[in-house]
T-cell receptor, first 108, second 115 residues
Framework: ELKVEQNPLFLSMQEGKNYTIYCNYS?????LYWYRQDPGKSLESLFV?????AVKQEGRLMASLDTKARLSTLHITAAVHDLSATYFC????????FGQGTRLTINP | DSGVTQTPKHLITATGQRVTLRCSPR?????VYWYQQSLDQGLQFLIQ???????AKGNILERFSAQQFPDLHSELNLSSLELGDSALYFC??????????????FGPGTRLLVL
């Protein structure tokens, strides 16, 4: 059974700092997704990573995938308050298996 | 805006009751996925339909059922409701993205509260 684990689950950081969220998954998959969710809202698709070594960047967020290590990272550069949200990684070709989510709070 | 619509936005009902949640995928999308998000279980896949046919089943209770109609909208039926069914229910449709690959676009969700 595919399991997806994120860490940390909670992250409080200051504006301007860098940090990384980690996503490990238990069985081979060639697709990994990152989503953002604001409180009480839906999930917004951020990145789709399709192959080993894939790296995608959008603004202050950069995601990468290492299929051999079964690990994806979401790196936040020079955090700003607007990035405060819960971030989920998910794995799967059809049905998605989600991690627990990382609640990110960025303080001024 | 993902283009996926869900109604109603909020639903409050009592234990033992039955409710129907509705989802319309993005125009032209044939697939519908249903997910449940709760505090204790997190985000869980329930069921997938593609062009009217059930394609995959996840952790969906026997009290829950779904269908996809010829116009591609889908309904998730929840019966004999229990307190633990209180959750956010999302539907999603799968779309191709620039650069290759696909992702799932999620609707706004239906927040169900069972009292």
């Amino acid at each position: 059974e595919l399991k997806v684990e994120q860490n940390p689950l909670f992250l409080s950081m200051q504006e301007g700092k860098n940090y990384t969220i980690y996503c490990n998954y238990s069985t081979t998959s060639d697709r990994l997704y990152w989503y953002r969710q604001d409180p009480g809202k839906s999930l917004e698709s951020l990145f789709v990573l399709l192959s080993n070594g894939a790296v995608k960047q959008e603004g202050r967020l950069m995601a990468s995938l290492d299929t051999k290590a079964r690990l994806s990272t979401l790196h936040i550069t020079a955090a700003v308050h607007d990035l405060s949200a819960t971030y989920f990684c998910a794995v799967g070709a059809q049905k998605l298996v989600f991690g627990q989510g990382t609640r990110l709070t960025i303080n001024p | 805006d993902s283009g996926v619509t869900q109604t109603p936005k909020h639903l409050i009902t009592a234990t033992g009751q039955r409710v129907t949640l509705r989802c319309s995928p993005r125009s032209g999308d044939l697939s519908v996925y249903w997910y449940q998000q709760s505090l204790d279980q997190g985000l869980q896949f329930l069921i997938q339909y593609y062009n009217g046919e059930e394609r995959a089943k996840g952790n969906i209770l026997e009290r829950f059922s779904a269908q996809q109609f010829p116009d591609l909208h889908s309904e998730l039926n929840l019966s004999s409701l229990e307190l633990g069914d209180s959750a956010l229910y999302f539907c999603a449709s799968r779309v191709g993205i620039k650069g290759g690959g696909e992702t799932q676009y999620f609707g706004p969700g239906t927040r169900l509260l069972v009292l």
